[in-house]
C-alpha cells in the first residue's frame, strides 16, 4: 500500500540519470512532485529560481566537490534540505556534512524505509526553515541543541519530531517524558527553535535547587524579602518572558510551589518573593520528567491540577535501546565531536563495535553513549577495535533483548496479557512509559490490566 505523506517538491541530484529517474519514480509513488538535475551547477541555479523543499544529491558529483555545494546552498539562503546518498561515504565525510547541515547520509537510497524517513526528516526541517525565516533570524544559542540527541534515522524519532513540530509554533504546555539522558533538554531546545518566540530558551533543574531557594529562582525576589536579599532580582519566568522555559524534573518540585505554579500559569503572572506587584509574564513552558507522575497523582505526591494544567500536550521520548536504528548515526556523530573538543584525530571504527552498541541496553541512554564514546576516543589509537569496550559490553551477545515464551495454543488474550506482563518489567511498572511503547494510551493499557485482572480472580 501507498503512503502519501503529503506533497512538496523534492529535487534529484545525480549524474547518473538512469540512477535518478529511478529514485524519482520511488518518491513520486510517494506523493511528492520530483525533479532531476544531472550537475550540480544546474540544481543550484534551479533552487535560486524555485522553490524546492529537499535536495537529495549524489555523494559523486561530478562537476562540484560537495563541499563546494553545500557551502554555495548556504550562501544562497535557500530553505531547502539537503539528503546525501552513496556507497563510498566515509564516516568523516558524513559527520562533516551533518555539522553543515544536511539532514541525513543514505548509503542505500533504494531501500524505501530508509528514503522515507530521510525525507520526512527533510521536510520537516525544511518547514521549520520557512518558519524562521518569516520572523526573526535564530540566534547561534537556538541552534546548539542540534546535536547530541536529536541525529536519528528510526521511525519512532522520526513521528516524534513531527508531532514536535506541529507544536512547535503553537503556545501550549509540554511535558517531555523519558528516561533520564534521552534527551529530554536538547529537545525542549528544539521546540523553541522552532517556535515563533524571539525570547530567552531558559531551563532550571528543579530536582537540584533547595526548596527554600527554588521560589525564588523561579519567582524572583524584592529586597529585604530575607537574609541576604540586598536588591531586587528576576526570576527564570521574568527572564523567560517572551520565550521558552523549561522546568526539568518537575516531579521533584514540592507541593508548596507546584500550587504556585499552577497560578503562574492560569493568571501568567508572578510575585516576586517579598513583594505584592503582579508582574505580567508571556512565557512558553515545558515540563520534563523521567518520573510517572500520573502513579505520583494517584499517591498524592504531585498535584492532578497541576499535572492535567502541564499535560496539554505530552511528547514521551523512547529510550535509546528502543531505537536502535539510531545508535551508529549517533555513535559516530558523538565521536566527531569527542574529536574536535578533545584536539584529536578520527579513528576507524570496526563494524563489529557498532553492532555491539546497538546490541547493548543502554540504561543511561545518549548520554552515557557520549560518555562511552569520549572514552574510547581518549584510550584507543587509530582504530577502536571490540577489545576496546568495556567489560560489560562481553555479556551483550546474550543480552541482545527481552524475549517472550508463549506455549501455543494460548488464546489472543493471554498473549496480549504477556506482553503488557513483560513490558511493565521491563519499565520497572511505569504504566505511562509501558503504554508509550506499546503504542496505546495510558486509559487504555488500565483498562487491560482491570480487564485482566477481573479474568484471573
Not at 147 to 165: P, T, V
Not at 283 to 311: C, P
Amino acid at each position: 500500500m501507498t503512503t502519501i505523506l503529503g506533497r512538496g517538491t523534492v529535487l534529484f541530484v545525480d549524474s547518473d540519470n538512469l540512477r535518478a529517474l529511478s529514485l524519482r519514480a520511488a518518491v513520486s509513488s510517494m506523493g511528492y512532485n520530483c525533479a532531476i538535475e544531472n550537475s550540480a551547477r544546474s540544481a543550484l541555479r534551479r533552487v535560486k529560481s524555485r522553490s524546492v523543499n529537499v535536495i537529495v544529491a549524489s555523494s559523486e558529483l561530478t562537476d562540484l566537490h560537495m563541499d563546494t555545494f553545500l557551502e554555495s546552498l548556504s550562501r544562497a539562503n535557500v530553505n531547502s534540505s539537503v539528503v546525501i546518498y552513496g556507497k563510498n561515504i566515509s564516516a568523516c565525510e558524513a559527520i562533516a556534512w551533518m555539522r553543515s547541515g544536511v539532514v541525513d547520509i543514505l548509503l542505500n537510497p533504494s531501500d524505501p524505509e530508509s528514503l522515507r524517513g530521510a525525507l520526512q526528516r527533510a521536510f520537516t526541517i525544511s518547514s521549520s526553515k520557512l518558519s524562521k525565516k518569516s520572523t526573526a533570524k535564530e540566534s547561534e544559542s537556538d541552534r546548539v541543541g542540534q546535536g547530541d540527541g536529536l541525529l536519528y534515522r528510526s521511525r519512532a524519532m522520526s513521528d516524534l519530531m513531527k508531532k514536535a513540530s506541529r507544536v512547535a509554533p503553537i503556545k501550549v504546555t509540554v511535558l517531555l517524558s523519558g528516561e533520564s539522558g534521552t534527551g529530554k533538554d536538547v529537545l525542549a531546545r528544539e521546540i523553541h527553535s522552532m517556535s515563533r518566540r524571539s525570547g530567552s530558551y531558559i531551563a532550571i533543574n528543579c530536582a537540584a535547587i533547595p526548596e527554600s531557594l527554588l521560589e525564588s529562582e523561579l519567582f524572583g525576589y524584592e529586597r529585604g524579602a530575607f537574609t541576604g536579599a540586598d536588591g531586587r532580582r528576576q526570576g527564570k519566568f521574568e527572564a523567560a518572558s517572551g520565550g521558552t522555559l523549561l522546568l526539568d524534573e518537575i516531579g521533584d518540585m514540592p507541593l508548596s510551589i507546584q500550587a504556585k505554579l499552577l497560578r503562574v500559569l492560569e493568571e501568567e503572572k508572578i510575585t516576586r518573593l517579598g513583594g505584592n506587584a503582579a508582574v505580567s509574564v508571556d512565557v512558553r513552558l515545558i515540563a520534563a520528567t523521567n518520573r510517572d507522575l500520573a502513579k505520583m497523582v494517584e499517591e498524592g505526591t504531585f498535584r492532578q491540577d497541576l499535572y492535567y494544567r502541564i499535560k496539554v500536550i505530552e511528547i514521551d521520548i523512547p529510550p535509546l535501546r528502543a531505537r536502535k536504528s539510531d545508535i551508529p548515526l549517533l555513535a559516530m556523530s558523538l565521536l566527531g565531536q569527542a574529536a574536535e573538543k578533545f584536539g584529536l584525530s578520527m579513528p576507524e571504527v570496526d563494524p563489529d563495535v557498532i553492532e555491539r552498541l546497538k546490541s547493548y541496553r543502554w540504561p543511561g541512554n545518549v548520554r552515557q553513549l557520549k560518555n562511552m564514546m569520549e572514552s574510547l576516543l581518549v584510550t584507543s589509537q587509530e582504530r577502536i577495535t571490540i577489545e576496546d569496550l568495556p567489560s560489560e559490553f562481553e555479556r551483550v551477545k546474550e543480552e541482545t533483548c527481552s524475549t517472550l515464551e508463549l506455549c501455543l495454543p494460548m488464546t489472543l488474550a493471554v498473549v496480549e496479557d504477556e506482553v503488557i506482563k513483560k513490558m511493565l518489567a521491563l519499565t520497572g511498572g511505569n504504566r505511562t512509559k509501558t503504554a508509550s511503547l506499546l503504542g496505546i494510551g495510558r486509559r487504555t493499557l488500565q483498562r487491560k490490566l482491570e480487564s485482566a485482572n477481573n479474568g484471573n480472580s
